[in-house]
């Protein structure tokens, strides 16, 4: 089937503005996560479901990102008043279910974000 | 923190060559993965070792885990254009951590 889609590709918001970025799993994959690659860094962990299972949301920069997943399958991470700090590429990845230890993550292609 | 750490961080050879790239890490883990990265975007999966296991091999990849030194190597063997990518490789969330943790990479830039 299709692969981890992420909307948008790109997007450019002007600094203070709030941001929704958008995660279809692969079908049938009850774990979703999200991570985030900042210019020339590894990937951050910050946050994953595990079917409708209420996150850990300890791993969120701060208290300006949430994130929520309905029905246990599409998630969105948004970002309240964005800072030029929260420009980054945001990675959506999906796994059959959330196992320890992890198995294999399927990544979709990301949303570039710039805020100016 | 970061738990894999993968040098070199930037990597040129010819095609054809053998091109190897190690990680490093700081905490036990059950397993360990290596994923590419082209242009910035979405990962791709490569391959996966067992904290039991000391080699893997899938096609031209090679992959060794030695977790007495915490550390692994991936070797492409006989290198072509379309392998210029980013190589991370990732652990089982050391620490505790709920997801992967990824080290910074290795940009491999196979010159044609």
């Known amino acids: 089937g299709a692969g981890v889609s992420q909307s948008p590709s790109n997007k450019v918001t002007e600094k203070g503005k709030d941001v929704e970025l958008r995660c279809d799993p692969i079908?049938?994959?009850?774990?979703l996560y999200w991570y985030r690659q900042s210019l020339g860094q590894g990937l951050e962990f910050l946050i994953y479901?595990?079917?409708?299972?209420?996150?850990?949301k300890s791993g969120l920069p701060s208290d300006r990102f949430s994130a929520e997943r309905t029905g246990g399958s599409v998630s969105t991470l948004t970002i309240q008043r964005t800072q030029q700090e929260d420009s980054a590429v945001y990675l959506c990845?999906?796994?059959?279910?959330?196992?320890?230890?992890?198995?294999?993550?399927?990544f979709g292609p990301g949303t570039r974000l710039l805020v100016l | 923190s970061q738990q894999g750490e993968e040098d070199p961080q930037a990597l040129s050879i010819q095609e054809g060559e053998n091109a190897t790239m190690n990680c490093s890490y700081k905490t036990s883990i059950n397993n360990l993965q290596w994923y590419r990265q082209n242009s910035g975007r979405g990962l791709v999966h490569l391959i996966l070792i067992r904290s039991n296991e000391r080699e893997k091999h899938s096609g031209r990849l090679r992959v060794t885990l030695d977790t007495s030194k915490k550390s692994s190597s991936l070797l492409i063997t006989a290198s072509r254009a379309a392998d210029t990518a980013s190589y991370f490789c990732a652990t089982d969330g050391g620490g505790g951590a709920d997801g992967l943790t990824f080290g910074k990479g290795t940009h491999l830039i196979i010159q044609p």
């Open positions: 079908s049938g994959h009850t774990a």
């Open positions: 990845a999906s796994s059959l279910a959330w196992t320890k230890p992890q198995e294999t993550q399927y």
């Open positions: 479901f595990q079917g409708n299972s209420a996150p850990d």
